[in-house]
T-cell receptor
Framework: ETGVTQSPTHLIKTRGQQVTLRCSSQ?????VSWYQQALGQGPQFIFQ???????GRGNFPPRFSGLQFPNYSSELNVNALELDDSALYLC???????????FGPGTRLLVL | GEDVEQSLFLSVREGDSSVINCTYT??????LYWYKQEPGAGLQLLTY?????DMKQDQRLTVLLNKKDKHLSLRIADTQTGDSAIYFCAERGANTGKLIFGQGTTLQVKP
């Protein structure tokens, strides 16, 4: 157990809808990173938040957005869902920007 | 560009050693990681190695790094059925928090 929690565990949405995924970082960690893992693939970096500011973004369109709160928990928002957004979304926290990342259990999103 | 490659599948007998290999392209990599993923679960950090090291041992796990060839390996001694999972190699470059993952190696351990 890493102490990183994510909610919900599973979610089903339809194409065009919007979704918000949540992550609580491990105690003492100020950095949260989000990854998308499609079936049978390795995780792909979406973005990272450090002390409430975005610090680095992967090759994802602007309809993927995020927030980090003063308690360092974080949200990932995806607008205008597409079928290809179906994946496991993983959140990882670290005690600083370039430190080891510890992953939560993930949220499995299915877009129909 | 940045790329990490792994072989897709490895099958071993219980009690044997397993060796999972990984190659990467980013010469500025500072840390290299091994994560384990069991079915339906998130990623569990197994071990990591700093780029100025060539070996790290942690109980049954041995990591070897050949920086010249950009080759990383994970050896699991006395492999158990509970080691059956997908193993991901990941690298992190300098001045970034972004991890680049391989596509994962499925380890099957036969009794």
């Amino acid at each position: 157990e890493t102490g990183v929690t994510q909610s919900p565990t599973h979610l089903i949405k339809t194409r065009g809808q919007q979704v918000t995924l949540r992550c609580s970082s491990q105690s003492g960690h100020n950095t949260v990173s989000w990854y998308q893992q499609a079936l049978g693939q390795g995780p792909q970096f979406i973005f990272q938040y450090y002390r409430e500011e975005e610090n680095g973004r992967g090759n994802f369109p602007p309809r993927f957005s995020g927030l980090q709160f003063p308690n360092y928990s974080s949200e990932l928002n995806v607008n205008a869902l597409e079928l290809d957004d179906s994946a496991l979304y993983l959140c990882a926290s670290s005690w600083d920007l370039q430190e080891t990342q510890y992953f939560g259990p993930g949220t499995r999103l299915l877009v129909l | 560009g940045e790329d990490v490659e792994q072989s897709l599948f490895l099958s071993v007998r219980e009690g044997d050693s397993s060796v999972i290999n990984c190659t990467y392209t980013d010469s500025s990599s500072t840390y290299l990681y091994w994560y384990k993923q069991e079915p339906g679960a998130g990623l569990q950090l197994l071990t990591y190695i700093f780029s100025n090291m060539d070996m790290k041992q942690d109980q049954r796990l041995t990591v070897l790094l050949n920086k010249k060839d950009k080759h990383l390996s994970l050896r699991i001694a006395d492999t158990q059925t509970g080691d059956s999972a997908i193993y991901f190699c990941a690298e992190r470059g300098a001045n970034t928090g972004k991890l680049i993952f391989g596509q994962g190696t499925t380890l099957q351990v036969k009794p």
